[in-house]
Structures are given as structure tokens and as C-alpha cells.
């Protein structure tokens, strides 16, 4: 140290203070690279025949919601201004079956759901799942035959699928069953069936991870599941040159839209897939995530700033959106904040 304590005895070393910029609140909010806001928020939202709302264990503070109660559940969403929501059913066991055939009902409890929305709520984006799991008996997300997931049959169901939604008033149909072809195959039948304008929210890279078991709980599929495995169709988690093939043959096939789930653990995916494609790219902060975050939350191990954080994480890797069970409370804090600020 040189004379006065200062190193080197140069009163302006270090020339380059990085703690300059982040001294007050109105210079890191000046120089803030990623913001979080309510447009880059989707909401899941489980649905149940049954006549009130019931908890799910396995994902403390989250409800299957009855159709009566729907409308009011989008009416809080749209309090804070959450741009779009997304529907799962939890499928009465007694309509499920070998080939899934509950998804071409046009009553059945996700096309009801829709209509209700709509009929009170037009200004909100509806996202519907296209997959069998939510409906076959064995809990896969195709036909299965001999003990195989036959991909091409499983393409017709898939394409019947969106059309029922899409009839319904569904605004982005959302495949995740990872079949091969089956965006091409769906766009398809929307432009056939004159759906031009309705948009397909590719699961381009769907893993198949540990992390999905809360929300199988919460739809009831882990019951029905059969010991085969789902990994002849979702990706490996070792990989990621592999998705990129996955983002690609989707764009080619009229994907408007690309999903990457799961989505914390698979950051370095979305940052690759977000700078290669440019296309607007989401990811799906899935049950797993969920449930260890608010377990730590609620045991008073994290704050509820672990929200924001976790979800900004998100945006800093590229995602232009991102599906959360955490959208409403990450919009009250986000509108709270705005408020303390101003």
C-alpha cells in the first residue's frame, strides 16, 4: 500500500469503479439489462369437473378450478393485467380411454372452459394443451400399440384435438406431446378448417424430467401412468445439439412460437435456441420448480423475492415470456414495487 492507504499510491486507483453504477436505486434502475414485467407473464390454470375448487398437495397454494368459478379466476388475472392464461384439465377417470377420446369432445371440460372465458372475457389469450395424457386411460401422450407409441396415428387424434379447441375460441393451440411431425400436421388442418389466424405455441424441446411430478398429481395422470416410459418420446436431459434440431424442424413445420420445458434447469437451452432462432421463445417454469420454490418460501428459508429473481432469470437467458404458477403472485409484487417506487 502507498502513502494515505492508497494502492500503488495513485489517489485514482481503480480507474474503473463498477460500484459507481450501482450506488443508488435510480442508476441500477438506469442501467437494469433485463426488466420483468405482467406482459411477459402466462398463467396455468387446472380445471375439474368437480362442483368447488379443490388444493393440490404436491403444489402448496395452487387449485384445480371448477367451471363456475373460472370466470372469476380470470377476472382477477385481468386485475393485473396478465396477458394470457393456460388450460389443463384434471380428466374424470370414467371418460378416459385407450385412444384419448375425451379430446374431441367438443363439451368436454377444456372447450367449456373456453367458451366461458370468452364469453366474459375476450381480451385475454387462451392457451390449450394438445396432448393424450390429460385423457388416456394408460397416461401417455399417444396410441399405444403392442407396447409402442405409435407416432403417425397419433397425429390424427393430435390434429382432431386442436380443431375442437380451436373451435371453441382457443387463440394459441399448444402442442407438447412431442410427436414427430406434428406441427406441420396441425397447421394443416387449422388452415384446412379456416383457423389461419389462430397461432401454435410449439413444445419444440420438452424433456423428459423428473421435475413434471407435481403436475401430473395435480391432472391425475400419475395414477393411470404405465410403467413405459416416457422417454421414447421426450428428449434426453444430457442433451441440447439435439434441440436445436427440435426448434428447427417446428419453425419449418409453422410453429409460430417456441416453449422450452422444463425451464430453470435448462437455462443454457433457451439462451442457445433464443440467439440461433430469434423467434419469439418461452419457457415453462414446470410444477417441480414451482413446488420447491414455494416449500422454501413458505418454510421461511426464501423471500418472496426468489420469485422475481428466479423468473427474471428467464428474461437475462432469452425468453421472451414465461408460463408460471407464480403469474399472479409475480404480479401483485411487480405492481406493489411500482408503486414504492413512484
Known sequence: MGKNNIPNGNPSFPSTRMRRNRLNNWSRRLIQENKLS????????????????SSIDSMPGIFRIPLNEIVDVIGESQNYDIPAIALFPETNPNVKDELGSEALNENNLICEAIKLIKKNYNSVGI?????????TSHGHDGIIKNNEILNDETLDML?????NQAKSGADIIAPSDMMDGRVNHIRTELDKNGFHNTQIMSYA??????FYGPFRNAIGSEINLSKKSKKSYQMDYANSDEALREVSLDIS???????????????DILYRIKSTFKIPTYAYQVSGEYSMLMSAIKNNYLSNNSIIEALTCFKRAGADGILTYFALEAAQILKNDFINII
Not at 405482467?38 to 375448487?53: A, G, Q
Open 38 to 53: 405482467t406482459d411477459d407473464l402466462i398463467w396455468p390454470i387446472f380445471i375439474t369437473d368437480k362442483n368447488k375448487k
Open 253 to 267: 413445420e409453422g410453429a409460430d412460437m417456441i416453449m422450452v420445458k422444463p425451464g430453470m434447469p435448462y437455462l
Open 205 to 210: 424441446v420438452k424433456y423428459a424430467s423428473n
Open 159 to 163: 390434429g382432431k384435438q386442436a380443431i
Open 127 to 135: 392457451i390449450t394443451d394438445v396432448a393424450l395424457d390429460p385423457y
